[in-house]
């Protein structure tokens, strides 16, 4: 377990990019009117940009610093974990101490879009998190695949249903199903169950990827 923590502390290290963007977006973002996004949303980019420098920039820097794949892939897995913990208790903090005191009438908050406050703040949080876990390791799974054929496949696939489902009702529906289920859902032992087992086959498809993934 050592490799593995000295990986994850090489992975957030190396990460400051994403870091410093997150944070001048979240500072900078600026609203007006009598209903404004909240600056806590902001801090759900971090969980997306995260990913890209996990993939393209460190797996070889750690390859060739002599890491082994299953310490990267624990490692991209902790740091996820870490992340989306931050990101969730970053997020939740400011609907609680900031969000209030906004000179708007209404300040729409993520953690209320998707129906998960009705549970408590603090249940709301962990939704917040393992939410944010499963999008994180959604995107390492998909970025990893791109060099290959069944990469290029996924992508193809994924832009197929978004065309095809969105116009046709019937399959409209579906697709409003899912996200009902993933991510508008207020259902807590639901929406975390459902979170976690798409994280899981997606961490085992994961480590798919990797054994095939070369330098």
Same mark, same amino acid.
């Given at each position: ?52 420098? =996990? ?9 060739? @610093?002599?890491? /082994? ?19 969730? @208790? ?40 393992? =939410?944010? @876990? ?44 899912? =996200? ?18 798409? /994280? ?16």
């Amino acid at each position: 377990m050592t490799a593995v923590f000295a990986v994850v502390k090489r992975l957030l290290a190396s990460n400051k990019v994403s870091y410093i963007v997150t944070a001048l977006v979240v500072v900078c973002a600026t609203s007006s009117g009598e209903v404004v996004i909240s600056n806590g949303n902001y801090t759900w980019l971090l969980a997306v940009l995260t990913p890209f420098f =996990f993939v393209f920039y460190d797996f070889k820097k750690l390859m060739y @610093l002599g890491a /082994s794949k299953r310490d990267y892939f624990l490692g991209c897995l902790i740091s996820y974990g870490f992340l989306s913990f931050c990101i969730s @208790l970053v997020n939740t903090l400011m609907h609680l101490l900031i969000d209030p005191i906004y000179p708007a009438k209404t300040v729409i908050n993520m953690m209320d879009v998707c129906k998960w406050i009705e549970n408590g703040i603090l249940v709301a949080g962990l939704q917040q998190m393992f =939410f944010l @876990l499963l999008v994180m390791i959604f995107l390492h799974v998909l970025l990893s695949m791109q060099p290959h054929w069944y990469g290029w496949l996924t992508y193809v696939l994924l832009v197929a249903v978004i065309c095809i489902f969105t116009p046709i009702a019937p399959l409209r529906a579906v697709l409003a199903g899912f =996200f009902q289920m993933v991510m508008f859902n207020g259902n807590a032992v639901l929406h975390i169950g459902i979170c976690l087992l798409l /994280s899981a086959a997606l961490y085992l498809g994961g480590l798919a990827v990797l054994k095939r993934k070369t330098l």
